[in-house]
């Protein structure tokens, strides 16, 4: 019991250092957990989770292919991929033995503004419409899920109604919310557009919706547009039949009456998608790539999580090093310059095991309240933590992981207080009588 006395009565006596080894011990206790369930997390999300995707596939222009891009030409229509092309991929799919769960598609045309209708949010140069085919972009879903994939980014409608890909709405359209506020246009409101490459051909819709993005414009595709048509918020969207059934698309014609298609092979796995984008490479055209909107968008929700582990795992092994060179530092100073405490407990009959017990005790009285402390707090605060640091998504600890940190805490505290044991078997018996010799030595040279 005099030797748990005593070792208290030591730590009380330097009370600073006992209540910085502790905290320190917290600290690092604290963020090994927190770390080890970020990066568990992290792991999760690009291996188990990723591989769970049933990704869709679409083929898509480069960015070097779009960047070639002349808006005021319609020739750049022959650039555009047929159904022709689309069936030969498809053959990929059943020669593969793939079964898809789905097929969806889109498809775009430049339609043209009207006298006394919609008028386009004007781009920064803009050009005839005979060069460009019109001032809008009519674009066209299948699905709700085509709709998600939408290239000119994610919308969300705000007023009114989505689109009726049943047909209950034949003529039904969503357009964005700054053009309904530049033409002071409400849902169920009528609006004419006219055919890309015949003026007096036009049609009409029904305002169904109104929408609104929810995220950045790509560069070239917001206010910053050359051509009118190329502002994303002058993109009416409509449902796939609706397009297909109003006569302006002609797939087989010229000029920008064709159509920009767009298919979207859903895939059951990841293994079937990459399956297919191994095989139909060979058969891509020069200037496209086979690209998945849902492993982009799932990548990009992780992101946080991927940069924030990246930071982690340096901030841990920094902690982790810088941790462990100061709670050696203090078991240092904590048995420095006790010669005369170990050598006065000796002379009393106290053995070194009893010592080097007492010394144990004083480091492992901070550092286990402190591991303990650290590890409730890692165990109770990492997932909200975490949550908030990586961009919502889910950190959760688990006992694996408690258990985890636990031990290699326990182990590296015991080699700290082995350490500091060793110092009473450091302790010379010479050094008791040093003095004493020291002064007979003196007293015979007189």
Same mark, same amino acid.
């Given at each position: 019991?005099?030797?748990?006395?005593?070792?208290?009565?030591?730590?009380?006596?330097?009370?600073?250092?006992?209540?910085?080894?502790?905290?320190?011990?917290?600290?690092?206790?604290?963020?090994?957990?927190?770390?080890?369930?970020?990066?568990?997390?992290?792991?999760?999300?690009?291996?188990?989770?990723?591989?769970?995707?049933?990704?869709?596939?679409?083929?898509?222009?480069?960015?070097?292919?779009?960047?070639?891009?002349?808006?005021?030409?319609?020739?750049?229509?022959?650039?555009?991929?047929?159904?022709?092309? %689309? *069936? &030969?991929?498809? @053959?990929?799919?059943? $020669?593969?033995?793939?079964? /898809?769960?789905?097929? #969806?598609?889109?498809?775009? !045309?430049?339609?043209?503004?009207?006298?006394?209708?919609?008028?386009?949010?004007?781009?920064?140069?803009?050009?005839?419409?005979?060069?460009?085919?019109?001032?809008?972009?009519?674009?066209?879903?299948?699905?709700?899920?085509?709709?998600?994939?939408?290239?000119?980014?994610?919308?969300?409608?705000?007023?009114?109604?989505?689109?009726?890909?049943?047909?209950?709405?034949?003529?039904?359209?969503?357009?964005?919310?700054?053009?309904?506020?530049?033409?002071?246009?409400?849902?169920?409101?009528?609006?004419?557009?006219?055919?890309?490459?015949?003026?007096?051909?036009?049609?009409?819709?029904?305002?169904?919706?109104?929408?609104? %993005? *929810? &995220?950045?414009? @790509?560069?070239?595709? $917001?206010?910053?547009?050359? /051509?009118?048509?190329? #502002?994303?918020?002058?993109? !009416?969207?409509?449902?796939?039949?609706?397009?297909?059934?109003?006569?302006?698309?002609?797939?087989?014609?010229?000029?920008?009456?064709?159509?920009?298609?767009?298919?979207?092979?859903?895939?059951?796995?990841?293994?079937?998608?990459?399956?297919?984008?191994?095989?139909?490479?060979?058969?891509?055209?020069?200037?496209?790539?086979?690209?998945?909107?849902?492993?982009?968008?799932?990548?990009?929700?992780?992101?946080?999580?991927?940069?924030?582990?990246?930071?982690?795992?340096?901030?841990?092994?920094?902690?982790?090093?810088?941790?462990?060179?100061?709670?050696?530092?203090?078991?240092?100073?904590?048995?420095?310059?006790?010669?005369?405490?170990?050598?006065? @407990?000796?002379?009393? $009959?106290?053995?070194?095991? /009893?010592?080097?017990?007492?010394?144990?005790?004083?480091?492992?009285?901070?550092?286990?309240?402190?591991?303990?402390?650290?590890?409730?707090?890692?165990?109770?605060?990492?997932?909200?933590?975490?949550?908030?640091?990586?961009?919502?998504?889910?950190?959760?600890?688990?006992?694996?992981?408690?258990?985890?940190?636990?031990?290699?805490?326990?182990?590296?505290?015991?080699?700290?207080?082995?350490?500091?044991?060793?110092?009473?078997?450091?302790?010379?018996?010479?050094?008791?009588?040093?003095?004493?010799?020291?002064?007979?030595?003196?007293?015979?040279?007189?």
């Amino acid at each position: 019991m005099f030797v748990l006395k005593n070792a208290w009565a030591q730590l009380i006596r330097h009370k600073w250092r006992t209540l910085l080894t502790l905290i320190v011990t917290t600290v690092v206790a604290f963020g090994s957990l927190f770390g080890l369930s970020i990066g568990q997390a992290n792991t999760t999300a690009t291996t188990t989770d990723r591989d769970a995707l049933a990704p869709g596939a679409v083929v898509r222009m480069t960015a070097a292919q779009q960047a070639k891009r002349d808006g005021a030409d319609p020739d750049w229509t022959k650039n555009y991929l047929s159904t022709n092309d %689309y *069936n &030969d991929y498809y @053959a990929v799919v059943t $020669g593969a033995s793939i079964t /898809l769960s789905n097929v #969806n598609a889109s498809m775009s !045309i430049p339609v043209r503004q009207t006298s006394g209708s919609v008028q386009a949010i004007a781009g920064t140069d803009d050009q005839d419409a005979d060069k460009t085919g019109g001032e809008f972009t009519l674009k066209a879903f299948t699905s709700v899920q085509t709709a998600r994939d939408n290239d000119l980014g994610s919308y969300t409608v705000v007023k009114g109604k989505h689109l009726s890909y049943s047909g209950n709405a034949p003529k039904g359209a969503l357009i964005s919310q700054a053009l309904a506020d530049k033409n002071n246009l409400k849902v169920g409101d009528e609006i004419t557009v006219a055919s890309p490459t015949d003026a007096s051909k036009t049609q009409k819709l029904t305002v169904r919706g109104i929408y609104q %993005y *929810n &995220d950045e414009a @790509a560069a070239g595709q $917001g206010s910053d547009a050359k /051509l009118a048509k190329d #502002n994303r918020d002058n993109a !009416i969207y409509v449902a796939y039949n609706t397009l297909y059934t109003t006569g302006l698309t002609n797939e087989k014609g010229s000029g920008w009456e064709v159509p920009d298609l767009s298919y979207v092979f859903e895939f059951s796995s990841m293994k079937d998608y990459n399956t297919f984008k191994t095989k139909a490479a060979k058969k891509i055209a020069k200037g496209y790539e086979i690209s998945s909107p849902t492993i982009t968008k799932y990548e990009k929700k992780i992101a946080p999580l991927t940069e924030f582990n990246a930071t982690m795992r340096t901030v841990t092994v920094a902690l982790l090093a810088g941790g462990g060179v100061l709670l050696l530092l203090f078991v240092l100073l904590g048995v420095a310059r006790r010669s005369g405490e170990i050598g006065t @407990a000796l002379v009393c $009959g106290v053995t070194r095991g /009893l010592i080097g017990w007492q010394f144990m005790l004083e480091v492992f009285i901070p550092t286990l309240v402190g591991l303990a402390i650290g590890l409730l707090a890692g165990g109770l605060s990492a997932k909200p933590l975490g949550a908030a640091l990586a961009g919502g998504y889910a950190t959760p600890v688990t006992g694996a992981m408690v258990w985890h940190v636990a031990w290699i805490g326990l182990v590296s505290i015991l080699v700290l207080a082995v350490i500091a044991a060793l110092r009473t078997a450091c302790f010379g018996t010479g050094t008791l009588f040093k003095a004493r010799e020291n002064d007979r030595n003196t007293e015979a040279t007189a």
